[in-house]
């Protein structure tokens, strides 16, 4: 979720070096097609007893805002006074 700020230098020039990092694990990662058939299978990296793959798992849902204006919500016993929500 984006609010104000994504387009700023600092912002930019980070994700600029994490998509700089992505193609480099991009080399190890184990892609598949929208059937869920593997499109390619790279060769991986060493480790001790064989190779190793790197597998990209997402989720396809945003919870950033789950819980965002909830009028209801647990509070302790001792302190019933929730915080106030602007």
């Known amino acids: 979720m984006y609010l104000d700020g994504h ?3 600092d912002v ?11 193609a480099e694990y991009e080399k190890w990662m184990v892609t598949y097609d929208k059937h869920g058939l593997a499109n390619a ?3 991986g990296f060493e480790v ?8 990209l798992v997402t989720h396809d849902e945003s919870t950033v805002c789950a ?5 209801t919500r647990w509070t302790h ?3 019933p ?6």
Do not use: I
């Open 48 to 55: 001790p007893g064989g190779h190793f793959w790197l597998v």
């Open 12 to 22: 930019v020039t980070c994700w600029k070096a994490f998509l700089d990092h992505w």
């Open 81 to 86: 006074n929730p915080r106030v929500q602007r």
């Open 67 to 71: 819980n965002d204006r909830c009028k």
């Open 77 to 79: 016993n001792r302190n």
């Open 41 to 43: 299978s790279p060769a």
């Open 7 to 9: 387009e700023c230098e």
